[in-house]
C-alpha cells in the first residue's frame, strides 16, 4: 500500500489533471452484494433499466464510500448502488470483509446479491457478485474485483475471496461519458523543498495558502524559489536561483460506451487470436467488452517563473522535484463508484554549459489534455494536446553559451490504483548568446586597455508535452496493452526577445 504525503492544508473532498509525480499501484480485488434497502434498489433498478447513457459527475461526500455491486451473466443482474461496505480488504491475500448496515442499526446485516427482479435477497455475497467501492480501509485506491469463493461470516461482516476483474463487467453495454474538475482541496501534498507554498480557492468563499495569494476558484497553486546548485561535472561554478509558481485547474476526462459485441472491426492480440472487445477470445468463446473508452487529464495551466543568474549545468538535463500532490476523486458513473488516482509532480528541470548569464522572467496560460482512447478498429491511441500563450516579462542574456530551464509537472492518472497514463508538460525557456570580446593595450603604456564585444543572443519559450499509455487501461475491459504507448512529443517553441551585446 502506497505510503500516504501529509494531508495539505484543510479539507479534503472527493475529485482529481494535471497535473503533475510517480506512479500509484496497488492489487484490486473486494466483494459484496446488492442492498437490502428498498430505496436503494428502486433508485438503482430505474439506472439499470434506462437506456439513457449513464451520468458521470463526482461522486457526493455522502458517497465517500459508497459501493456497486453486479452479477454479469444473469438476467437483471446490472450493476446496481448497494449500502455494503467494505470493512476491511488485505491486498496481498485479495481478501475482502463485506458489511451490510441496515437503516436503523449500526450492526451488520446480512449481505445479499441481486435477483433478476432487482430486489435485495437476503443471504450470504455469492460467488460471481462483482463489485467496485470507493476507498475503503486497505485499499486506498478503492477496489475492483468479483467474488471467487465465500470464506465465512466474521464478527464484521462476510469473508471473501476475490480477484482482479475490469469495467465492462459492471458498465456492460451502458454508456457514459463526462469530465469532472478535481476537488484542490482533496490533494495530499508533500514538499520536497523548504520554500515551497500551497495554496487553493473552492466554492463557499474557501481558500488556503500565504496570505494575499490570489487563486482562480478551483485551481491549486504551487510556488518555489531555491538557488540552483553547479551541477556535478559542470564546465565553471555558477551561482543562480529561480522562483515562481505552477497553477493549474485538473479535471478528469472519462468514457466508455458498450455494444463491443455489435462492433464491426475486432482488435487482434500479439499472440494472432482476437482479445476481449466483443470479438473471439482464442479459447473459442465470446468475450465482452467495451466498444470504446477513453481516460485522460486535461485543465487550465497557468506559471509564472524566473531564472537568474549563470546556471551551473551541464549538457545532461538535471531535475529537481519540488513538491508531490496525490488524489483520489470518485466519479459516480450511474450507480458505479470509479476511483481515479491521480499524482502529480512539480519540478525545474535546468540544462546548459556554465556560461551564460540570464536575468530572465515568462508568464505562461493555456491549456492542455493528454491520454488515451480506444476503439474497436484502432486499439488504444494516444491524445496529446497544450494550447499555450507566452510573454516575457524581463529578459537579458550576457556572455556566449546556452541554457535551458523547465518548469513542469509531471502527471499520471489511472482506476483503482492501476497507472493507466503518464504525462509530462514542460514549459520552458531557452536562452542562447554568441559573441567574441576583444582587448587592446598599446605596447609600453599605462593606459587601459580597450575591451569591444559583439555578438547577439535570443531568448525562446516552447513547451515539450510527452507521455505514455500503460498496460493497466485494459482495465476498462479493452485488449491487454503488450506493451507501454508512447504518446509522442508534442514540441512548440517560439522566440521571445532577441538584441545585440
Not at 98 to 104: C, R, W
Not at 186 to 199: A, T
Not at 339 to 355: A, K
Amino acid at each position: 500500500m502506497r505510503k500516504r504525503p501529509s494531508r495539505a492544508l484543510v479539507p479534503a473532498l472527493a475529485a482529481s489533471a494535471l497535473f503533475l509525480a510517480a506512479g500509484c499501484s496497488a492489487d484490486t480485488g473486494q466483494s459484496s452484494a446488492a442492498a437490502r434497502t428498498p430505496d436503494a434498489g428502486a433508485s438503482a433498478t430505474a439506472t439499470a433499466n434506462s437506456d439513457q447513457p449513464l451520468a458521470v459527475a463526482a461522486a457526493p461526500a455522502a458517497a465517500a464510500t459508497s459501493t456497486a455491486v453486479a452479477r454479469p451473466g444473469t438476467a437483471g443482474g446490472k450493476a446496481r448502488k448497494t449500502s455494503l461496505k467494505v470493512k476491511s480488504y488485505d491486498s496481498h491475500t485479495r481478501r475482502a470483509v463485506i458489511s451490510a448496515v441496515s437503516k436503523g442499526t449500526s450492526s451488520p446485516s446480512p449481505t445479499g446479491s441481486p435477483t433478476p427482479a432487482g430486489t435485495a435477497t437476503p443471504g450470504r455475497t455469492a460467488v460471481g457478485d462483482v463489485i467496485a467501492s470507493a476507498p475503503a480501509p486497505g485499499a486506498p485506491d478503492g477496489l475492483l474485483a468479483k467474488v471467487t469463493k465465500v470464506i465465512g461470516e466474521t464478527a464484521d461482516g462476510t469473508e471473501v475471496q476475490t480477484a482482479p476483474t475490469t469495467l465492462d463487467t459492471l458498465l456492460g453495454d451502458d454508456d457514459a461519458k463526462g469530465t469532472v474538475p478535481v476537488d484542490p482541496a482533496s490533494f495530499d501534498v508533500e514538499r520536497l523543498l523548504p520554500d515551497v507554498k500551497v495554496s487553493w480557492a473552492k466554492t463557499g468563499d474557501i481558500h488556503s495558502g500565504p496570505e494575499g495569494t490570489k487563486v482562480p476558484l478551483g485551481s491549486l497553486r504551487v510556488d518555489v524559489a531555491t538557488k540552483v546548485a553547479t551541477a556535478e561535472g559542470a564546465p565553471a561554478s555558477a551561482d543562480a536561483s529561480v522562483s515562481g509558481f505552477v497553477q493549474v485547474k485538473p479535471e478528469v476526462d472519462f468514457s466508455y460506451g458498450g455494444g463491443a459485441s455489435t462492433a464491426s472491426t475486432a482488435s487482434t492480440a500479439s499472440n494472432g487470436s482476437t482479445a476481449s472487445n466483443g470479438s473471439t477470445a482464442s479459447n473459442g468463446s465470446t468475450a465482452s467488452g467495451p466498444g470504446a473508452a477513453y481516460l485522460g487529464v486535461s485543465g487550465d495551466w497557468t506559471s509564472q517563473w524566473a531564472l537568474k543568474g549563470r546556471a551551473g549545468a551541464t549538457a545532461k538535463p538535471v531535475r529537481l522535484p519540488f513538491a508531490k500532490l496525490h488524489a483520489d476523486p470518485v466519479l459516480q458513473v450511474g450507480p458505479v463508484p470509479v476511483v481515479v488516482n491521480l499524482d502529480l509532480t512539480c519540478y525545474f528541470e535546468i540544462s546548459g554549459d556554465g556560461r551564460v548569464t540570464v536575468d530572465v522572467e515568462q508568464d505562461l496560460k493555456g491549456d492542455f489534455k493528454a491520454g488515451g482512447t480506444f476503439g474497436t478498429a484502432t486499439g488504444w491511441t494516444p491524445v496529446n494536446e497544450s494550447h499555450m500563450d507566452s510573454s516575457p516579462v524581463r529578459t537579458s542574456v550576457t556572455t556566449a553559451g546556452s541554457v535551458k530551464a523547465a518548469l513542469g509537472a509531471q502527471a499520471t492518472v489511472g482506476l483503482y490504483g492501476a497507472v493507466g497514463v503518464t504525462a509530462d508538460l514542460a514549459p520552458y525557456l531557452r536562452g542562447e548568446a554568441a559573441g567574441t570580446v576583444t582587448a587592446t593595450t598599446p605596447v609600453g603604456s599605462g593606459t587601459k586597455s580597450d575591451v569591444a564585444a559583439s555578438g547577439s543572443w535570443a531568448l525562446y519559450g516552447g513547451l515539450d508535452l510527452s507521455g505514455t499509455l500503460q498496460i493497466q487501461l485494459a482495465i476498462f475491459g479493452t485488449p491487454v496493452i503488450q506493451h507501454a504507448i508512447p504518446l509522442g512529443t508534442l514540441h512548440r517553441e517560439w522566440k521571445l526577445a532577441d538584441g545585440k551585446m
